[in-house]
């Protein structure tokens, strides 16, 4: 059932998906909360679909922390992040639709000068800001400008892995952690 909300989530270019008790499963179109069902979600199918999305480690992490953040990939739908959590003792969760092709640089009006600094030969770099800034889409552009444009090792370490980054001129590890 996950992956028919997914689907629809997809075709109408929504960026979010909510599931939580009580409320029809919504999605985010255009900015605008839009019901994907009359049904309104029970108690029992808020788990079931928060679980679907879930391996058994996460599982066992979600019931354990009442929490887990993670990435999905549904084969011809989409990747998918996903945040479940427990809400007055009933599962929920937020999906965000990842778009897959990494953006350029250029194309998000990013101020040049992090187009310098990811290409220093050392050192560390933060983003940080509020959720739906573009945090994961900046630093996915940025990555892909030193992948195209130097040689040797990208690490990177997220929680979930969002844009995956294909080996080009450098060798690009991508961590998965939480």
Not at 12 to 34: E, M, R, Y
Not at 101 to 129: N, S, T, W
Not at 157 to 178: A, L, M, S, Y
């Amino acid at each position: 059932m996950l992956d028919t909300y997914l689907q629809k989530m997809v075709s109408a270019q929504a960026s979010d998906l909510f599931i939580t008790a009580g409320f029809p499963v919504s999605a985010k179109i255009n900015g605008k909360l839009t019901p994907l069902s009359e049904q309104v979600t029970t108690e029992h199918s808020a788990l079931s679909l928060v679980e679907d999305a879930m391996n058994d480690s996460q599982k066992a992490a979600f019931h354990s922390t009442k929490e887990c953040n993670f990435a999905i990939v549904r084969e011809g739908i989409g990747r998918f992040r996903c945040s479940a959590f427990w809400q007055r003792d009933q599962a929920g969760m937020v999906i965000r639709r990842i778009v897959t092709d990494i953006p350029q640089a250029d194309d998000l009006g990013l101020p040049p000068v992090l187009k310098d600094i990811i290409m220093a030969k050392r050192g560390l770099v933060l983003f940080v800001g509020g959720t739906g800034t573009g945090k994961s889409t900046s630093l996915a552009a940025l990555i892909g400008h030193r992948n195209q444009h130097s040689h040797g090792h990208i690490l990177t370490i997220e929680d979930p892995i969002e844009f995956v980054h294909e080996h080009k001129n450098c060798v690009v590890t991508q961590r998965e952690v939480g």
